[in-house]
């Protein structure tokens, strides 16, 4: 039974009886007494004490979805009943059924709960297949009242007979057996045909009555002869909560049924349970997930707009979850302010004190820029002027300054080599100014003195150039030393003579 | 203690009802308005943050930027005392002199333009070959002080084959006069 339990830990089980509500889910039980009007009805009282219990065993929380709940209801004002039909495909089984119930039953089908389950097929000979339904109808107003009750609680009630739930424990072969349950003030009989239940009954007799006396053995006599009056059968089961009392009626009721009656014990699994019904939904529901079990259905008015999305019972918890987001949404601005302004400000406090550190960031970066900017590239220049000047020059003297200023002064051997040098120094683009100041013959006509003054070009202008010696001519002089027999790669200006 | 009669409790339960209800909107409408303030406040703070944001977003670039160049010239700027950076400054000059091969002169320092954040100027002569003169020009950028290098004359030296006579001016920065960005034409 356990085992049922934990493989099905959110279904409900519950026995509605005419005096009372039992209801258990896994370990858990409880039993409420039903207060009813004289027409059958449950009491306003009643109703809202049986609420606030369902409510409280089943501890639930508003948000979650509703759970299922398996009932048992008393046979008491339910049809029990089996029918032969043609052959017909499932989905017009339904239509079939309808236009039977319309026939046998005295209310049209939308003012019944109704359910069926298929027993069996067969073929007389020379006859049409026939299949066999077990059919259970009651009034709709008996089911749609705790269907009401149980939907308010947040679950999601589902009907079948408390005596189908008992005969889950019926042995096989039951033939044309019948599974007697004695209640304190009432009992229900199953009837089985052909080892399928067929019908049951409710009998207001119950074991109440054994303790008057000598009119309990009248009253036991009439309830035996109204039993064998509406069932002819041979083997008797008594199911009780308690083994031991099923072993007191048995005995009991023996002696009092006709002989060809023998009546046996129907245990409910163990030898002590609460209610025999509960037993038996559990064991279904441990069998096949309640699949076997008849369930009664009611055809509802359809519900439209919002109440069709959710079941009865439902919406107002779905309205005030609805409210309370809502108000979360309009709170949660102003919570947020209230939670997070001391770590925003503690956050800001903190990058304003490193204000002094971005400054000398900013001020370190400005200087080292400049100073980057600023120094004048007098290498880059003596660079320009070893590359571009003809062999044979002498410079004699070279002056530079940080505006840009060159004054160059030196020998050619001819005037060819000045323009030469010029037009090299020009086409190098370092230079945005090149001037001849000054080109005059030497003595004897065979060399030329110059004087150049030069500009080069601003930083930014320069920045795009590429002046500096490449690798091939970095690496020259290295080469030359390690070259045996290769003289250093040293001036060769004379002492005391111009570069 | 008189009874009350149905009237008076009547009367009572609307007076507490009224009261009540004045209570209500009185506290609601305070603490309303304090929620409110504080809302305000947060969002100007998150405005704010979000302002400080933008602003910090140059500065891992710009942090990047101003190490690699301390590295280049291997200095940090903020390092420099003004009191004594231009001795050291002239101390280091002599020695990358000194170990390069050039043999320096008279050298005279005297005060630079304050308008242009110069703290000293250093005049010195010295001779010695090409190759040693050219890396003692390009070792005066990466002493670890700011130096720059105001005017440079190069003339013949007697002595020696590849002997040059070199003429500097050098112009040594003030760091804390430093304050914004100024990049003259160069």
């Keep these: ?28 039980y409880a039993e409420m007494e039903l207060q009813r009007t004289p027409a059958g009805l449950l009491t ?14 089943l501890n639930r929380k508003p948000w979650r979805p509703a759970q299922r709940a398996i009932c048992a209801i008393a046979a008491g004002g339910v049809s029990l009943r089996r029918m032969l039909l043609p052959i017909t495909p499932a989905s017009q089984l339904q239509a079939v059924l309808l236009l039977q119930l319309e026939t046998d039953f005295p209310l049209p089908p939308a003012e019944m709960a109704w359910g069926y389950r298929k027993v069996s097929e067969r073929t007389e000979p020379g006859g049409t297949p026939q299949q066999e339904i077990l059919l259970a109808a009651t009034r709709k107003e008996t089911i749609a009242e705790y269907a009401s009750l149980l939907g308010e609680c947040g679950l999601n009630p589902e009907f079948t007979l408390s005596t189908l739930a008992r005969a889950m424990f019926c042995p096989p072969g039951m033939y044309d ?4 349950e004695i209640g304190t003030h009432s009992s229900e009989l199953l009837i089985f045909e052909k080892d399928t239940p067929a019908s049951s009954r409710s009998i207001p007799w119950g074991s109440s009555l054994w303790t008057q006396g000598e009119a309990a053995d009248a009253a036991l006599a009439s309830f035996a002869g109204f ?35 023998h009546c046996e014990v129907l245990s409910a699994g163990s030898a002590e349970v609460r209610s025999t019904a509960l037993a038996g939904l559990k064991k279904a529901l441990e069998t096949d997930g309640g699949k076997t079990l008849l369930f009664l259905r009611t055809e509802l008015p359809k519900a439209t707009g919002i109440f069709a999305v959710f079941p009865a019972g439902q919406l107002q918890p779905m309205l005030k979850t609805a409210a309370v987001l809502c108000a979360v949404l309009v709170l949660l601005p102003y919570a947020e302010a209230i939670l997070f302004k001391p770590h925003l400000a503690k956050t800001i406090a903190r990058i304003e004190a490193d204000e002094s550190r971005r400054t000398m960031i900013d001020r370190e970066l400005a200087f080292l820029q400049s100073l980057k900017q600023t120094q004048p590239p007098y290498l880059d220049a003596l660079y320009l002027f070893s590359k571009s000047a003809p062999m044979g020059t002498h410079i004699e003297s070279l002056s530079m300054n940080r505006n840009g200023e060159v004054s ?30 000054e080109q005059s013959p030497g003595p004897n006509n065979q060399r030329v003195n110059i004087r150049l003054i030069l500009i080069w070009k601003p930083a930014s202008v320069r920045a795009a150039m590429n002046f500096g010696p490449t690798d091939a001519e970095i690496q020259k002089p290295s080469t030359g030393k390690d070259k045996p027999g290769k003289p250093p790669a040293t001036p060769a200006t004379p002492p005391g003579k111009p570069l | 203690m008189a009874n009350l009669t149905p009237r008076d409790k009547k009367t009572l339960r609307i007076a507490s009802i009224g009261i009540g209800i004045y209570l209500a909107i009185f506290c609601g409408w305070r ?24 602003s910090l977003l140059p500065y891992p670039t710009r942090a990047e930027t101003a190490a690699r160049l301390m590295e280049q010239f291997h200095m940090d700027p903020a390092k420099l005392n003004k009191a004594t950076v231009v001795a050291e400054a ?12 050039v043999v320096l002169g008279p050298i005279r320092e005297s005060s630079g333009r304050a308008a242009a954040h110069e703290l000293a100027t250093v005049q010195l002569q010295g001779s010695g070959q090409v190759t040693a003169v050219m890396e003692f020009l390009s070792r005066l950028q990466t002493l670890g002080y700011p130096i720059l290098i105001d005017s440079v004359q190069v003339g013949a030296q007697p002595g020696p084959p590849g002997m040059i006579k070199l003429t500097l001016t050098l112009v040594i920065l003030d760091f804390e006069t430093w304050k914004s960005t100024e990049v003259p034409h160069a």
């Design chain 2, 90 to 101: 002239s101390s280091a000059i002599q020695r990358a002199a000194a170990s390069g091969g």
């Design chain 2, 31 to 54: 603490v309303w308005g304090w929620m409110e303030k504080r809302r305000t406040d947060y969002r100007q703070l998150v405005r704010k943050a979000e302002d400080m944001k933008v």
């Design chain 1, 227 to 261: 039993i064998s009056s509406i069932w002819k059968g041979s083997r008797l089961f008594v199911i009780s909560p308690s083994v031991a009392n099923a072993i007191t009626m048995v005995a009991k009721l023996a002696v009092h049924l006709p002989p060809s009656i």
């Design chain 1, 44 to 57: 306003p009282e009643c109703r809202l004490k049986v609420k606030s219990g369902v409510e409280a065993f």
């Design chain 1, 408 to 437: 160059l002064r030196g020998m050619m051997n001819t005037g060819d080599q000045v323009t030469d040098f010029r037009k090299k120094l020009i086409d190098s683009g370092f230079f945005s100014s090149v001037v001849v100041e």
């Design chain 1, 177 to 180: 057996g019948a599974v007697l």
């Design chain 1, 1 to 28: 039974m356990n085992a049922a339990v934990n493989r099905n830990p959110g279904v409900v089980v519950i026995e509605i009886q005419p005096a009372s509500l039992k209801i258990a889910r896994g370990s858990s």
